[in-house]
């Protein structure tokens, strides 16, 4: 069996900030994703983005991640890379089943940082299998990673920061969003991506929903109906939109399987997004060595999933014997920004989850 | 209303227009962020320190007109695409708007305009697009149009040029 020191799991922006910490204290990291290249959900971010400078604001996603990733590249063999890597299992004594094009294997880690990122949710209606209903994040993939068309005329189901940005890039790519639902009374993500693609002319209708899609081999139309204030739907609302594709972006799910078969506690919190590893201030779980970070913990941003990645990576870095004195006052000020980026209204969720979790400081 | 529909009303974006009319004589930088997000590039991006956000980059941004040069550099760095450039130029609104759309109108191109529900209320023309490198692929569309419509105009129309 493979020994390594440290093994991350997950490469977006969470898991290279973690990297970046361990790598720069001296320590031996193998990093491991299951896709072709490292970023996560970066690769598919061709907007600007928000937040402040020190997360990189105003850059556009992908950019961020060639900037976190050419980082890395100065520490030769002190970092292994494995893509195209799935993880598959993980057992007590931190041992981390992998399978790469067919082969398994297995690893024997030190410590272990899981920073899997999360899965997209979906709803129920009527023919919700049809092909051409698409979770957001697969139509990002097919866009602006493959180049292509999920179709030419588009709903949006979901109003968050996904939903409204998703609409804006399919009509950068020449695609037709005939309107947005959102189940909810009002407008749930940044009313500047709203309004962006509202005087583009989308339609954003609040209290209604997707009653059912309609087609046969393929998505041919699709009613919708308005909702009462319980969220059922009104008899004699609906009405029909000529669609062929539609868009879920109903909301993220922490991907912490992983987590469970180690046997570390998860909790349910809503408002982090359902099942969450418990975690102390250290981003370390109830299982010594193994520590999680970004929207595997709670869904956030990638700016919340960096900064907590280089707190990871240091707290990882100190529990291998690593001295990080020098690193007091960084640790210090990565808590300040956090504390910064959970602090304003839209983060009122998230703090909610926190608090639950007793970590608010 | 925003909050359902993502269009800002009269009341509301008005606000964020100087008082005095006659300011915008010269070219400003207007606006239109209505809620807290955490968020300061407008505030980073200037050279004339006139937005001022804070140390909580949760709060809105607040611009001092009198320091505001109408460079237009926030309104291609603000990744909510929120911000426009205008001025009155004797009968005609001078805009500047970000757009992210390719391809790009042409100089001297009649493009349409619309109001912030999308609806196409007037035409302009293309002054210039100003598309640097710098700008990262956030270019301003420079336009003229009758100067009734400095207040509603919102953006232009995706044009649909052959490329
Ligand atoms: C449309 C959209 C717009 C966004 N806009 C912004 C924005 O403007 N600003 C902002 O701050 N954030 C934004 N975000 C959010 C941001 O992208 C995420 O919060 C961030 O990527 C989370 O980082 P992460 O490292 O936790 O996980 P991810 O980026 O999701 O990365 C997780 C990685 O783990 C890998 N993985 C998972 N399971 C396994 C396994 N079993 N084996 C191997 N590998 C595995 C995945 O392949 C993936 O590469 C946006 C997200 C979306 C979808
Ligand atoms: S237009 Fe220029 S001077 Fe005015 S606020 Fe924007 S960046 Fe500052
Ligand atoms: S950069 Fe744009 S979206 Fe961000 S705070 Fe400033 S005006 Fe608002």
């Given amino acids: 069996m493979k020994q390594r020191e440290v093994v991350i799991i997950g490469a977006g922006p969470g898991g ?7 790598l720069e204290g001296g320590a031996k990291v193998c990093l491991i994703d299951r896709n072709a290249s490292l970023g996560g959900q970066l690769i598919k971010q061709t907007h600007k983005f928000f937040g402040s400078e020190k997360q990189y604001a105003s850059k556009r996603g992908i950019d961020i991640m060639e900037i976190l990733i050419s980082s890395l590249t100065q520490y030769g063999d002190q970092l292994e890379i494995m893509t195209e890597t799935s993880v598959v299992g993980m057992y007590s004594d931190k041992v981390i089943a992998c399978v790469k094009k067919d082969k398994f294997f297995k690893i024997q880690a030190q410590s272990i940082i899981l920073a899997t990122g999360a899965s997209e949710k979906s709803i129920p209606f009527e023919n919700n299998d049809l092909p051409g209903v698409y979770a957001a994040g697969a139509v990002q993939t097919l866009m602006n990673e493959y180049g292509v068309k999920p179709g030419d005329n588009v709903l949006m189901v979901g ?22 639902v959102e189940a909810a009374p009002s407008i749930s993500g940044y009313l500047v991506h709203a ?8 339609d954003i209708l609040t209290n209604t929903s997707v009653k059912r899609a309609i087609g046969s081999e393929q998505v041919k139309q699709v009613e919708i109906w308005d909702l009462d204030p319980t969220w059922q739907g009104i008899e004699g609302s609906e009405r029909i939109l000529d669609v062929d594709t539609i868009c879920i972006s109903v909301g993220l799910a922490p991907l912490t399987e992983l987590l469970q078969q180690l046997g570390a506690e998860v909790r349910y919190i809503k408002e982090l997004g359902g099942n969450v590893p418990v975690i102390d201030k250290r981003y370390e779980t109830t299982v010594k060595g193994v520590y999680a970070c970004g929207d595997v913990v709670g869904i956030e941003e990638a700016s919340s999933a960096m900064v907590e990645g280089k707190i990871t990576g240091l707290n990882a870095l100190e529990d291998l014997g690593y001295d990080i004195r020098a690193s007091r006052l960084e640790m210090k000020a990565l808590h300040e920004e956090l504390k910064f980026l959970r602090d304003g209204p839209h983060a009122a969720k998230v703090r909610a989850g926190y608090l639950k979790r007793g970590m608010l400081t | 209303m925003i909050d359902k529909t993502g269009i800002a009303i ?27 997000i955490p968020c300061n590039p407008c505030e980073t991006s200037c050279p004339f ?7 909580d980059i949760n709060k809105r941004p607040d611009i001092d007109f009198d320091k505001c040069t109408g460079c237009g550099i926030c309104a291609y760095s603000c990744p909510g695409l ?32 619309v109001d912030r529900s999308g609806e196409v209320i007037t035409t302009g023309e293309v002054i210039n697009v100003i598309d640097k490198s710098k700008q990262n692929k956030t270019a301003l569309v420079h336009i003229t ?8 105009a919102a953006a232009i129309e995706v044009v649909k040029n052959e490329s």
Avoid at chain 2, 49 to 55: H, L, N
Avoid at chain 2, 90 to 100: G, Q, S
Avoid at chain 2, 145 to 152: G, P, T
């Fill in chain 1, 16 to 22: 290279l900030c973690a990297a970046q910490k361990l």
């Fill in chain 1, 159 to 180: 109003s968050g920061n996904i939903g409204l940005i998703v609409s804006y890039q399919l009509m950068q790519a020449g695609i037709n969003v005939k309107a947005l």
């Fill in chain 1, 195 to 202: 309004s962006k693609i509202r005087r583009l002319g989308v």
């Fill in chain 2, 10 to 36: 009269k009341a509301l974006f008005e606000k964020e227009f100087p008082e005095n009319e006659e300011t915008l004589n010269r070219p400003k930088a207007i606006i239109e962020c209505y809620k807290e």
């Fill in chain 2, 49 to 55: 320190d006139a937005i001022t956000i804070g140390e």
């Fill in chain 2, 82 to 113: 929120a911000i426009s450039i205008r001025q009155f130029k004797e009968d005609n609104a001078e805009l500047k708007f970000p757009y992210e759309f390719s391809p790009r109108p042409r100089t001297g191109q009649t493009v349409n305009v």
């Fill in chain 2, 145 to 152: 149009v009758d100067k009734a419509y400095m207040y509603d």
